[in-house]
């Protein structure tokens, strides 16, 4: 069955501290990835994705992606984080092309301290 | 602002009852999508509307239904409803398949 997976549910960093959150999925043939962030209060955006090419993914805010076909995720990174990086950060997958239908992960609570 | 509005933003009602929640998605997005939001289960989709007609099904379940208009606006019905109906309800849109743009959701309590 297709499923998204992130093993990490809350996690909390201090300032400066650099961040992965991982990202494991199950799909067969190709898939197409999204990292999505909702801030406290705020509607879910897009902070990345990934369709073709380059497995390292750069997006919004300093974040990052890789693609590793190998290990089926696509996990995400900043090297350094700040306070307002604070939000609740979903992992999605979605089958290619036809396919419409979106899988997203149980989402990853951080939190930054000061 | 992602320009994808719900209405209402907040739902208080009782066990048993029926509610409707409504989403304009941004202009110009013909594909409307719907998920739940709940503490124990994540973001789950349940349905997509591209263009009026449905193209993809979640884990929507037979007491929910939805619709887009020729507008493109949508409704997601629910009825019957119970207290672990209890969630968020999230509308997006898009264009393609690029990227889907959320709304502010509607917080539904079932008491």
């Known amino acids: 069955a297709q499923s998204v997976s992130q093993h990490n549910h809350h996690v909390i960093l201090s300032e400066a501290a650099s961040l992965e959150l991982g990202c494991n999925y199950s799909y067969g043939g190709t898939v197409n990835l999204f990292w999505y962030v909702q801030y406290p209060g705020q509607h879910l955006q897009l902070l990345l994705k990934?369709?073709?090419?380059?497995?390292l993914v750069k997006g919004i805010k300093g974040f990052e992606a890789e693609f590793i076909k190998s290990k089926f995720s696509f996990n995400l990174r900043k090297p350094s984080v700040q306070w307002s990086d604070t939000a609740e950060y979903f992992c999605a997958a979605r089958g290619g092309s036809g396919t419409y239908k979106y899988i997203f992960g149980t989402g990853t609570r951080l939190k930054v301290l000061a | 602002d992602s320009g994808v509005t719900q209405t209402p933003k907040h739902l208080i009602t009782a066990t048993g009852q029926r509610v409707t929640l409504r989403c304009s998605p941004r202009?110009?997005?013909?594909?409307v999508y719907w998920y739940q939001q709940s503490l124990d289960q994540g973001l789950q989709f349940l349905i997509q509307y591209y263009n009026g007609e449905e193209r993809a099904k979640g884990n929507i379940l037979e007491r929910f239904s939805a619709q887009q208009f020729p507008d493109l606006h949508s409704e997601l019905n629910l009825s019957s409803l119970e207290l672990g109906d209890s969630a968020l309800y999230f509308c997006?849109?898009?264009?393609?398949?690029?990227?889907?743009?959320f709304g502010p959701g509607t917080r539904l309590t079932v008491l």
């Open positions: 997006a849109s898009s264009v393609d398949l690029n990227e889907q743009f």
């Open positions: 202009s110009g997005d013909l594909s």
């Open positions: 990934y369709f073709s090419g380059d497995p």
